[in-house]
């Protein structure tokens, strides 16, 4: 079974552009969750979607959106990028949103 | 709200050393407790699980004991190799807690040879 995949593994903006990631789950796996990791503030949960559905979100600003396809492909959304907003991007998916996840690698995002 | 706290790192270790990470949490159900390994340049990864009381999970070596009188998960291994420098993530999953996966901030190893 192919593993997790996220697009672009590599991303460098401007601050004030906006991007889009992508997140490819494991075939079967209907719930997707995002991540934010940076050294100061370890790994923040960014929202949680199951068939299309938005179920949980974490404290961050508006700025950050997703969504979810009917296919279980998901991407999220970063508008006004700020430098804060540099961090490598998680993507993780379960058949059981309570039991073990599988991360994809990551898209590591460099705000300049 | 539910959290998880684990020790501090970095730990340094030499290979064959005894491994021992302390992880707590505070949940307000009945939670799975997991811990996760990342390797660099990777994302993480299930090391091992438990999902009731006095459960032991195990895997590579590797062992966690779900303590729930003391909220406590404790990573061990006896012997560490080189191999395993890494950063281990405790974590926990509670229904009462929503649709989401509370994560400890980390702890990096590094094993010498």
């Known amino acids: 079974k192919a593993g997790v995949t996220q697009t672009p593994r590599y991303l460098i903006k401007t601050r004030g552009q906006q991007v889009t990631l992508s997140c490819s789950p494991i075939s079967g796996h209907r719930s997707v969750s995002w991540y934010q990791q940076t050294p100061g503030q370890g790994l923040q949960f960014l929202f949680e979607?199951?068939?299309?559905?938005?179920?949980n979100k974490g404290n961050f600003p508006g700025r950050f959106s997703g969504r979810q396809f009917s296919n279980s492909r998901s991407e999220m959304n970063v508008s006004t990028l700020e430098l804060g907003d540099s961090a490598l991007y998680l993507c993780?998916?379960?058949?059981?949103?309570?039991?073990?996840?599988?991360f994809g690698p990551g898209t590591r995002l460099t705000v300049t | 709200g539910n959290s998880v706290t684990q020790m501090e790192g970095p730990v340094t270790l030499s290979e064959e050393a005894f491994l021992t990470i302390n992880c707590t949490y505070t949940?307000?159900?009945?939670?799975?407790l997991f811990w996760y390994v990342q390797y660099p340049g990777e994302g993480l990864q299930l090391l091992l699980k438990?999902?009731?009381?006095?459960d032991k999970g195990s895997n590579k070596g590797f062992e966690a004991t779900y303590r729930k009188e003391t909220t406590s998960f404790h990573l061990e291994k006896g012997s560490v190799q080189v191999s395993d420098s890494a950063v281990y993530f405790c974590a926990l999953s509670d229904r009462d807690g929503g649709f989401k996966t509370i994560f400890g901030a980390g702890t990096r190893l590094f094993v010498k040879a």
């Open positions: 438990a999902t009731k009381a006095d």
């Open positions: 949940a307000t159900g009945y939670p799975s």
């Open positions: 993780a998916s379960s058949s059981d949103p309570f039991g073990e996840q599988y």
């Open positions: 979607y199951f068939s299309e559905t938005q179920r």
